[in-house]
Each structure stands twice: as C-alpha cells, then as structure tokens.
C-alpha cells in the first residue's frame, strides 16, 4: 500500500527565507507524486507533479521539488517566501498502473506561516 | 464559472438529520471522488466512482453514501449525521485516460458540513 508522511504539521519562515517542506513516501512501484496547495476558504490547487520524466520538477509561484528515490521523499522548495505563499501545503503520491483507479493517497499536511 | 462545483459551501445541521452535499463537473472526467478533511489527518477518501455503474469504497466510507446521477454529477449523503462527521468535504475529478494521465485531481472549493 502507498503512504505519505509530511515532517513538520507548521512550518514558519520569514519573507525572503528559503522555504523547505519535507514529503516522504512509501511505495513498492514507481510512484507519481504531487504537491497541492490549499489556501484559506479554497480548494487545493496543483502546485507540481513528478511523472518520472525528470527528478527536479519546477511547479507554479516559483516552488520546485526534487524526486529522490533513494531516500524516498520528494521535499519541496522555494527560494524565497513571500507573504501570499502562506497557506497549507499537501504531498500526495498515487502508483503507477494497477487497480489504483486513480486513488490519491495525502500526507497530513503542512501548514506554512510567513512572517513580515 | 467554476469546473468543479459543490452545493451546499456550507451547512449546519443536528444530529440524526438527512444531508446531501452535491457535486457537478463541466470537465469532461470519468473518474470522481469524495474525500474528507480534518486538521491534522490531510484528506481522506470517501467513495470513489470509475463511471456512471462503478461505485467503490473508500477507506472512511462509515455512515457516508453516494450516488452518481449521470458522468457530471456525483453526489454524498449522509443518512443520519453525527458530530464526528463535522468536516470539510471536497469533491474531485481525474481524467487519466485522457489529458492528465498522470491522474492529478482537481478539486472543488469544498463543502463545510457542521452537525451539532
């Protein structure tokens, strides 16, 4: 069965601060992996997706992740935070193939604060 | 107007009471699915449907009921409400035949069901 652990339920940086939000999964077949974002009052929205045609993968609003089979995880990044990019963020992995019927398995989910 | 759409936004019902929450997609997709939120536990699947004759179980299908009208219309019934089932609801819509193979979901804004 697929799983997905996300480390930190909150994460706060200040604006301008690399922001880093840890995504581990589990999976016996290659995976596809997303990162969506909720913010308030909304649904969530896609941020990015790794489908295996590259490790680095570069998604909206300037956030971009890295695949890395050997340690499982597919952590995502930005540069730089910006106020508006406060909201919660969710990894998500689905397996490749099978009976899957296109089944979404998500993490717990990280709550991001920027402050001033 | 929105791709994925849910009625009732928000409700507040007692104990013991009959509620529907509906969902309506213009986006063509075969596949949709209810999922459940709570703080802390990310988003968890109710039912999911492949097409109009295919209904499936998710892993908190519990007290929870579905029924899909026609390829657009996907609706979740809760027969007789309890408090534990105060959450926010989104309904969503994956095409993995077509052009997201990769069967990311797109959401709706979310349906907030209170039961008192």
């Known amino acids: 069965a697929q799983s997905v652990t996300q480390l930190g339920s909150h994460v706060s940086v200040s604006e301008g601060a690399l922001v880093l939000l840890r995504c581990n999964y589990s999976?016996?077949?290659?995976?596809?992996l997303f990162w969506y974002v909720q913010y308030p009052n909304q649904g969530l929205q896609l941020l990015l997706k790794y489908t295996s045609a590259a490790t680095l993968v570069k998604g909206i609003n300037g956030f971009e992740a890295e695949f890395k089979k050997s340690e499982t995880s597919f952590h995502l990044t930005k540069p730089s935070a910006h106020m508006s990019d406060a909201a919660e963020y969710f990894c998500a992995v689905r397996v490749a193939g099978g009976t899957s019927y296109g089944k979404l398995t998500f993490g717990q989910g990280t709550i991001l604060t920027v402050h001033p | 107007d929105a791709d994925v759409t849910q009625t009732p936004r928000n409700r507040i019902t007692k104990t013991g009471k009959r509620i529907m929450l509906e969902c309506s997609q213009t986006k063509g997709h075969d596949r949709m699915y209810w999922y459940r939120q709570d703080p802390g536990l990310g988003l968890r699947l109710i039912y999911y449907s492949f097409d109009v004759k295919d209904i499936n179980k998710g892993e908190i299908s519990d007290g929870y009921s579905v029924s899909r009208q026609a390829q657009a219309k996907f609706s979740l019934s809760l027969e007789s409400a309890i408090p534990n089932q105060t959450a926010l609801y989104f309904c969503?819509?994956?095409?993995?035949?077509?052009?997201?193979?990769?069967?990311?979901?797109?959401f709706g804004e979310g349906s907030r069901l209170t039961v008192l």
């Open positions: 999976s016996s077949v290659p995976p596809y």
């Open positions: 969503a819509t994956s095409d993995i035949t077509g052009t997201s193979p990769t069967g990311e979901l797109f």
